[in-house]
């Protein structure tokens, strides 16, 4: 004889059921996306990590889930050499790139933000030829990021570069042509682009944010007797806070785990091989797995960034959880 199912489960089975057939066409409706982002995401995400088992070379290249399984070495490898140290070149230059994509990140970040909140500043005033500046704005964001790299090329050529015209030939602040694309004057060269190009969006965002402040509110700080600074600093810069958390989080994911400065990276110096100064771990990371064909080291590494960016998303939303959330 079996047994009734107790009031509360049986009250719990129920509330999902009745949930289920409420909502039942919004999930139709999200069940594509959520099809093609298990397909495109979920399913070489759980490809990489097992293949980061595995040592992939281009001997096991053709059959890669067929190669020898190696555990965790990969992972150890990487991670003892980070924190330890190793005088093995792989690590040595993985290492080396995660201090330059921090400092990298840091001036890029810092960079935007600051002249993007002066670029918003001035576009959120009266002004003939507004609507224009703000169009002309845009065009860095629309500009493809391997695009980027030839423009900026082209500027930093030490030979008839624009840059160097500037200095040299305008401006008389250098006696000869500045060597923007080699040795420690190739971070400069590397950082005003990625700024350059960063500059739209974060703009663009800061500016909608100023748009929605009402304006009742500078009305009163003007009976007040409240001066520009006091304005800026106690009403403006309070409703911008949630839009600087949100674009700073965007650019530093974009910036030290994303692909972005990868594209721009590359055609600007014309090579993977970047040097001890702009060496970024994705590039090295991009390098290492299929310029050297170390597959499985490779998609351990890349595991190990996905790991470190989810981290750090996580942790970053915890700290800031007030600024990313308030009205």
């Known amino acids: 004889m079996s047994k009734k199912e107790p009031p509360e489960k049986r009250s719990v089975k129920q509330s999902i059921g009745r949930f289920i057939r409420h909502n039942r066409i919004p999930y139709a409706f999200i069940a594509p996306a959520v099809l093609v982002m298990f397909l495109v995401h979920l399913i070489p995400t759980g490809e990489a990590i097992y293949m980061s088992l595995l040592n992939v070379t281009q001997k ?4 890669p889930f067929s190669s020898p399984f190696v555990g965790l070495h990969h ?3 990487i991670l003892g050499g980070l924190f330890l140290g190793s005088e093995e070149k792989l690590i040595s230059d993985l290492t080396q790139s995660v201090v330059n994509s921090f400092w990298f990140t840091l001036w890029v970040q810092v960079g935007t933000l ?3 909140l002066i670029l918003a500043l001035l576009l959120n005033r009266e002004f003939v030829g507004r609507g224009l500046a703000r169009t002309l704005v845009l065009l860095p964001w629309v500009v493809p990021t391997f695009a980027v790299g030839v423009i900026w090329r082209f500027i930093w ?3 008839g570069g624009l840059a160097n015209r500037v200095i040299t ?4 602040l250098n006696e000869q042509p500045i060597r923007w694309l080699i040795g420690e004057n190739a971070r400069t060269a590397l950082i005003i682009p990625a700024i350059w190009r960063g500059l739209p969006f974060t703009t663009v965002m800061l500016l909608a944010a100023m748009q929605i402040i009402p304006t009742d509110i500078y ?3 003007d009976i007040d007797g409240a001066n520009n600074v006091q304005k800026f600093l106690y009403i403006t810069w309070h409703y911008l806070i949630p839009i600087i958390a949100v674009t700073t989080l965007f650019g530093i994911v974009f910036n030290f785990f994303g692909f972005g ?3 721009i990276a590359i055609t600007l110096f014309g090579t993977d091989q970047l040097g001890k100064y702009v060496d970024l771990i994705m590039v ?4 290492q797995s299929f310029g050297y064909q170390l597959y499985g080291y490779g998609a351990a590494a890349s595991v190990l960034i996905m790991i470190a960016a989810l981290f750090f998303t996580g942790l970053y939303y915890r700290f800031f959880r007030e600024g990313l959330t308030s009205e």
């Not at 030939?169 to 008389?172: A, F, I, S």
């Not at 090295?284 to 390098?287: D, K, L, V």
């Open 284 to 287: 090295t990371i991009a390098r």
């Open 75 to 77: 992972y150890q490898r």
């Open 114 to 116: 600051v002249i993007s």
């Open 261 to 263: 400065p990868y594209n």
């Open 60 to 63: 096991t290249f053709a059959a």
């Open 219 to 221: 009305e009163a700080a």
């Open 169 to 172: 030939d305008w401006l008389h």
């Open 157 to 159: 050529a030490q030979e």
